[in-house]
């Protein structure tokens, strides 16, 4: 009898440990400029010492997740060239707006010093880049993130699929394509409708398998067949293993070959030191991204995707060289590449690339990614029919055109190397977001997912409805 009570004691115990320590408190608020009111978007919104974290969306909102054993911790709500608002957890007011003062270093204050400091923007990237390995992680690490990830044109959605994933990595000086991992864990949407866009695409995924495409209709094709055509067209581009792996992660991969911001990212780029901005109380540098002697190009496998050149801006800290921030574009820029964008995106801007880093223990961790490109579907008729096409009755020019959009933010940052090696064993390592998986309720009540925007909010809602219209 006392062996009994002693075990329902413990478990007892450990029920309510565990109970206070997945028991959530949920604080939401909106972000704005103190003197215009204008909506702050990507502000950071973080517990203090921690990986908690989550960033404003367009509309400036915010919604955070704060675990009981965090309510006596600070709130700290940070964007660059702003000063950071800070307050204790417990005495936050829950949907309250929040208005950040702009905080501006002077320029000539901070670079006309007697230390020998590089002042010219090649110069500040430069130096950057030489103190990667000091500001990137050196050790193995994991991090689960929330993605969405999304297709559109200008009207609405066509697909949008959510979940939760696992990033794997073993250190900046290995490289990413056999020491990096991505795993999909859970999914809480999924809604796919492109099966009747995706005509062209099929053309071409027969002919990358060797197979002669003929005359094909939609009702000819397997819906296998065409599931296969259409995972096979965003692997290509926009898969998780190219965002992780491929030349636009310029910071974590700026040691491989060829690699945009590396040894001889001058022959493409060129940097412009623009002023100095505040981040959190630590001085950064603004640095203007222009194009450079020479094209850039992403020698992506049966792609044309060559021929740009890179717009944009880098944000490094000025204590230690460590990126913050990179805002990237690719624009078509030689003559092939422009008639090709026009005629099948219509855009010139074919890959824009924002990735944003956290401080922790004094290593820069990827904190959010936005990618966004232009999608080659039939829609983007490129034949010598497209001047009769766009004349035919009902014809609008806002559905033809289609574009993706990944987010990703990532909150937990773990080090342990039991916890790590425990997870390398079980996973299944598979970056798939098309795999099939039940939904769990459970997990994402204590997840920190991406808020939407009021926009975003409108079109998920209209496609899932048009989601269950066509399943019906």
């Known amino acids: 009898m006392r062996n009994f009570r002693k075990s329902y004691f413990l478990a007892l115990v450990f029920f309510l440990i565990t109970a206070a320590t997945f028991a959530q408190s949920e604080l939401k608020g909106k972000v704005a400029d103190f003197l215009t009111f204008q909506p702050i978007e990507s502000a950071s919104v973080y517990i203090k010492n921690?990986?908690?974290?989550?960033i404003t969306n367009a509309d400036g909102n915010f919604f955070l997740k704060v675990p009981q054993q965090h309510l006596q911790d600070t709130l700290v709500?940070?964007?660059?060239?702003?000063?950071?608002f800070n307050v204790v957890i417990s005495e936050f007011e829950n949907g309250s707006d929040i208005y950040l003062e702009e905080d501006v270093a002077s320029l000539d204050e901070?670079?006309?010093?007697a230390d020998p400091r590089p002042t010219t923007g090649n110069g500040i990237v430069q130096r950057a880049i030489e103190k990667l390995p000091n500001n990137l992680p050196e050790m193995a690490y994991l991090q689960k993130g929330f993605l969405r990830h999304k297709e559109r044109n200008k009207k609405e959605y066509k697909w949008l699929i959510e979940s939760a994933?696992?990033?794997?990595?073993s250190s900046y000086a290995a490289g990413a394509k056999d020491h990096l991992k991505i795993n999909v864990d859970e999914t809480r949407k999924s809604y796919d409708l492109r099966d009747i866009d995706s005509l062209f695409t099929f053309s071409a995924y027969l002919k990358s398998i060797g197979s002669k495409a003929g005359n094909i209709s939609i009702n000819s094709v397997k819906t296998s067949?065409?599931?296969d055509a259409i995972k096979w067209n965003d692997s290509r581009v926009n898969g998780l293993e190219n965002l992780f792996k491929g030349k636009l992660n310029l910071v974590r991969n700026s040691d491989v070959t060829g690699a945009l911001l590396g040894k001889y990212t001058l022959e493409k780029h060129q940097f412009t030191l623009d002023t100095i901005l505040v981040d959190n109380g630590r001085k950064l540098y603004k640095i203007k991204i222009s194009k450079g002697a020479e094209f850039v190009g992403l020698n992506t496998p049966n792609i044309y995707n060559e021929g740009f050149e890179p717009k944009g801006w880098i944000y490094i800290y000025y204590d230690n060289y460590a990126i913050k921030r990179v805002e990237y574009e690719l624009v078509a820029a030689s003559e092939v590449q422009k008639r090709r964008s026009k005629s099948l995106f219509d855009t010139?801007?074919?890959h824009k690339f924002i990735i944003t880093y956290k401080d922790y223990d004094g290593k820069m961790y990827p904190n959010y990614i936005y990618y966004e490109t232009p999608k080659l579907v039939n829609t983007g008729d490129r034949s010598s029919d497209r001047v009769k096409t766009e004349a035919v009755a009902g014809f609008d020019k806002d559905e033809q055109y289609y574009y993706t959009i990944q987010e990703i933010l990532f909150t937990d940052?773990?080090?342990?190397?039991e916890l790590i090696k425990q997870e390398l064993?079980?996973?299944?390592?598979?970056a798939d977001i098309f795999s099939s998986k039940p939904y769990n309720e459970s997990f994402w009540k204590n997840y920190n997912v991406l808020l939407e925007s009021k926009e975003e909010e409108k079109l998920i809602q209209d496609l899932s409805k048009r989601a269950s219209l066509y399943k019906g």
Do not use: E, R
Request: glycine share 6%.
């Open 50 to 54: 921690t990986t908690i974290g989550s």
């Open 77 to 84: 709500i940070s964007s660059i060239g702003y000063k950071s």
């Open 110 to 113: 901070v670079v006309i010093v």
């Open 165 to 169: 994933i696992t990033l794997y990595d």
């Open 225 to 227: 067949a065409l599931i």
């Open 348 to 350: 010139q801007v074919i």
């Open 413 to 417: 940052i773990i080090q342990d190397h």
């Open 425 to 430: 064993q079980q996973n299944d390592w598979s």
